[in-house]
């Protein structure tokens, strides 16, 4: 292949909408960060290991995120693009590298291009590892959204293109446990265009894990360079609406799973709560425990579905934004594109929206289902705890008419002992005295339980 060159674009999250103004994610350098690791270790381009201090978003080596606010460019320099420098192979030329870093809206992207030294150079398949394809995997780059890694070159029109592509997809993620599928072919700007999607197998839901390949590969002596240069910053923004599209449905399918789990919760707490007001007793501790507890699970589940809700948003957002994009590509290739980026919009993302709004449907009425289960448990708890307390309420008059009574009845007896003529009382005057104080004491124990009861159950007027 000739006119051969390696890119890499990589796309992540700065900022969500939780952030204030000027505040970004937790590891919203990383991109950064990894590319300047990259240029330690393996593509030791000068450019890319003092990549810090051509950023304006970092100050003598530090990150600082503040240093974006107000700039208008989306570039992150103060030029076009950043020339790495180049490094020199075993067999005699050298690769130059050039580095463009982006601020698209909440999103940092980065397009990292190798190139031989002259495009008349030829390179085959062996010698795409000078390259060293493998440092830009998504193992080392750890981009949030996703990256895609592209190749263009040109060949003879007798060159087998689909088998030359199948060597390039595996030849890019050699060595590791990347497996490169073909998902779609088409063709973009006149020349064959092979997609291929390397997933991780042990996550292969995950974008971050994924590695998205575009292999063009010109066979006919097509304009495609020179159209594609022209289609830049519509097919820079069509790769990140594609990420960011993967990325929204991955977030929505986990949000929507969390979901289900609270809610196969609540009905684990709906069946002991039945237990509970079976029981010949309630038990009130048990149903505070329960009101206890519904209303943070309540809270997380409201959250889940907020999030489902702005998943939906952002993915129709985006949706659109590629639409766009792919309408101006379009435009510049005399009206074709890839079908299969179409189809995309067509099938693919109708599809994950239609589903995204579908769980919120799905999961809209169990809201309503927390907010009734907590007033009911609210309800019969403040109904058995006013019980308890006018049962106790109850029993405290009970005692104190019993025992001010039988005082007060044992007081004058006490007192006018010595006038009552009975042999027992004069035999046993103490003992009398407290016999006869318990026995008013039960006595007017037994009016005050006839008060009680005349006070809580009066009679119906007829």
């Known amino acids: 292949m000739k006119n051969f060159s390696l890119s890499l674009y990589a796309f992540h999250l700065r900022h969500t909408l939780t952030e204030l103004p000027g505040e970004v994610v937790t590891d919203a350098n990383l991109l950064w960060e990894n590319l300047v690791k990259v240029g330690e270790s393996s593509l030791t381009f000068v450019g890319l290991k003092d990549l810090r ?17 107000g700039r208008i460019p989306e570039r992150l320099i103060d030029a076009q693009d ?53 440092s830009l995997l998504p193992s080392n780059i750890q981009a949030s959204l996703g990256q895609t890694l592209s190749i263009y070159g040109e060949v003879d029109p007798t060159e087998d293109c689909d088998t030359l592509a199948k060597k390039l997809a595996i030849a890019l993620v050699a060595g590791t446990n ?51 240069a022209e289609a830049y ?12 599209i993967l990325y929204i449905y991955q977030l929505a399918r986990q949000r929507y799973r969390e979901a289900r789990t609270i809610y196969s919760n609540l009905e684990n707490k709906i069946k002991k709560f039945n237990n509970l007001i079976s029981e010949n007793q309630t038990q009130l501790s048990g149903l505070k425990s329960l009101m206890g507890e519904i209303p943070t699970k309540s809270f997380d589940y409201t959250r889940c579905l907020q999030d489902l809700q702005t998943h939906h948003t952002a993915i129709t957002t985006n949706i659109t934004n590629y639409r766009i994009c792919l309408e101006n590509i379009q435009t510049i290739d005399s009206g074709n594109s890839p079908q299969s980026w179409q189809n995309f919009i067509n099938k693919d993302c109708k599809k994950w929206q239609e589903q995204i709004q579908t769980d919120i449907n799905y999961l809209t009425p169990g809201q309503e289902l927390f907010g009734q289960f907590v007033d009911t448990i609210r309800g019969i708890v403040e109904t058995e705890q006013t019980e308890r ?22 007081g004058v007896f006490t007192t006018h002992i010595d006038k009552i003529n009975l042999p027992i009382v004069q035999k046993h005057p103490l003992y009398a005295s407290l016999l006869l104080s318990v026995l008013f004491t039960f006595f007017f124990i037994g009016i005050g339980w006839l008060i009680t009861q005349c006070q809580y159950h009066p009679r119906d007027k007829k």
């Open 53 to 69: 201090s051509k950023l304006i978003c970092y100050q003598n080596n530090i990150y600082d995120p503040k240093r974006e606010i």
């Open 82 to 134: 950043l020339d790495l420098g180049s490094l020199p192979t075993t067999e005699g030329f050298k690769i130059n590298a050039n580095l463009q870093p982006f601020l698209l809206n909440d999103t940092y992207a980065v397009d990292l291009t190798l190139v031989p030294e002259s495009p008349n150079i030829s390179i085959d398949i062996p010698q795409l590892q000078h390259f060293k394809p493998s």
């Open 178 to 228: 990347l497996n490169p599928v073909r998902t779609q072919q088409g063709k973009l700007f006149g020349s064959l265009l092979f997609e291929y999607q390397a997933l991780d197998p042990d996550e292969p839901d995950n974008p971050a894990k994924q590695c998205h390949i575009l292999i063009v590969i010109n066979n006919s002596q097509a304009a495609t360079a020179t159209l594609a």
């Open 233 to 244: 910053n519509w097919l820079l923004n069509l790769l990140c609406s594609y990420h960011k």
């Open 389 to 410: 307390d006018r049962s106790l309420e109850n029993k405290i008059q009970l005692l104190g008419i019993g025992f001010g009574g039988g005082a007060i009845a044992s």
